[in-house]
């Protein structure tokens, strides 16, 4: 197990060790958002030169490093976008209501998006935002239920933001329920769906893997496998066919209900089956493109996409993620056989503790760098990957010197204490 692995399993308390992961989880979030938005919308299609990211993240970790004319460079402090801004909203709301709560957390979103409208913010969204001001607007659900004919949005919105959602839920029932439940409020079509419930249940997998031993891939594979083949999770007893459901573009609107009558309205859409099995399908092909360790970021763009659809850019996360946890468990550094382009960033060009130290590995900024380097997408791939990576390896992981580096940094950790308290206050630990 490499250096940094064996880091984790060291003298910390259980309390501490999970504030720490509640810790990396947001602020993997954070970082993947702020550096991968530096290179979205230019590579559609493509992949990013490895090199070009890790120079960015080299400077971030540096910022003493000068210019090639020996001038100090000025801090840039890298923005956020809408990827961070929902997810800030969605854990605000889930500890201000202590649960989800539908109304409030759509108004929320939509006036966050009207506070500050320049977070990049897709245009599909914003046509859901402006509906639920409309006095006219009852049914939270309905603005996203009604885009696209009726089929709803297979974008990635819903997951990007979900993080929140696995350091609140306890089980594995409320988790997929409230995934679900909270991305049906902008994304209404099983893809959009049922991206988010997999993005969740990978965070939620590895917040609570054990570090004292080797990291799971298989486990995590399973896991995600299992929630993909029930999905939509429905409570036990719930009948099927409670809600009027939308199965063709002209079908009834609906109205807000319980989860039980969502699912409904999930099963019975027109793209239900094809959504579940494609996802399945991509589950085998992702576990093979990461039992081989001489993957290239182009075979994983055309296998599993990185663009805005949740079925590609969750898939692209959820492997740079599972790829960075699966070297953790390797023997030893990667030989100089290995490819060049999948090569670990070295930590003396990452840093781990803000000071580089030559041949030691970074999981985040491995983990951020290979999202990035998928291309498409490049702000929300990074975003989740970091989130799934920082949930394991916590923010002892993150360099201090990126703390005024990424904007709100003190709210991720700010966020991520006050969820992690309200779970000590339901389940003390000694
Ligand atoms: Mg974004």
């Known amino acids: 197990m490499l250096k940094f692995a064996k880091r984790l399993s060291g003298s910390r308390t259980m309390g501490s060790e999970l504030q720490d992961r509640f810790r990396g989880c947001m602020l993997g979030g954070l970082a993947g958002d702020c550096l991968g938005a530096r290179f979205e919308g230019a590579y559609w299609g493509k992949v990013v030169d490895r090199d070009a990211v890790a120079r960015l993240v080299s400077e971030m970790t540096n910022p ?11 801090l840039v402090v890298r923005r956020y976008t809408d990827d961070t801004s929902m997810a800030f909203t969605l854990a605000r709301s889930l500890l201000e209501n202590d649960g989800y709560r539908e109304r409030y957390l759509a108004k929320s979103f ?10 990049g913010y897709g245009g599909s969204v914003i046509v859901v935002f402006m509906k639920l001001f409309e006095d006219s607007c009852r ?32 089980d594995e029932q409320e988790l997929e329920r409230v995934a679900m439940e909270q991305a ?11 991206g988010a419930v997999l993005q969740a249940t990978a965070v939620h997998h590895c917040l609570h893997a054990d570090r004292g031993k080797p990291f799971d891939v298989a486990a995590c594979l399973q ?20 809600r009027t459901a939308s199965t063709t573009a002209t079908a009834s609107p609906i109205t807000c209900g319980g989860s039980d009558s969502l699912a409904t309205f999930l099963t019975q859409h027109s793209d239900y089956r094809a959504t579940v099995d494609k996802y399945l399908k991509k589950l085998d092909t992702l576990s093979v493109l990461l039992a081989n360790p ?17 079925s590609e850019a969750v898939f692209a996360a959820i492997f740079s993620a599972l790829r960075t946890l699966r070297m953790l468990n390797e023997p030893a550094q990667p030989s100089a056989e290995q490819p060049a382009d999948q090569k670990p960033v070295p930590e003396g060009a990452a840093g781990k503790e803000g000071k580089p130290s030559a041949g030691e590995f970074s999981a985040m900024t491995e983990t951020i760098v290979h999202a990035i380097s998928l291309g498409g ?21 993150i360099s201090p010197s990126w703390k005024p580096v990424l904007e709100s940094y003190a709210t991720a950790v700010s966020l991520a204490d006050k969820l992690c308290a309200r779970r000590h206050k339901l389940h003390p630990q000694p």
């Not at 939509?110 to 977070?119: H, S």
């Open 223 to 242: 896991r995600l496998r299992d929630a993909v083949e029930r999905f939509p999770r429905q409570p036990a007893g719930a009948a099927a066919g409670s």
């Open 110 to 119: 939509a006036n966050d998006y009207k506070r500050e409208p320049g977070r």
């Open 294 to 310: 001489h993957t290239n970021q182009q075979e994983v763009m055309v296998e599993l996409g990185n663009g805005i659809a949740a």
């Open 64 to 74: 003493e490093a000068k210019s090639a004319a020996g001038r100090s460079k000025a």
């Open 139 to 170: 049914d939270c659900y309905k603005p996203a239920h009604d885009q696209f004919d009726g089929s709803g949005s297979y974008g990635n919105g819903a997951a990007m933001r979900v993080a929140p959602v696995a350091l609140f839920c306890d």
């Open 377 to 397: 997408d490049t702000d929300t791939i990074a975003c989740m990957a970091g989130g799934i990576v920082g949930a394991y390896c916590g923010a002892g992981g």
């Open 184 to 194: 049906m409020l902008t994304h209404a079509n099983p893809d959009g769906v049922c």
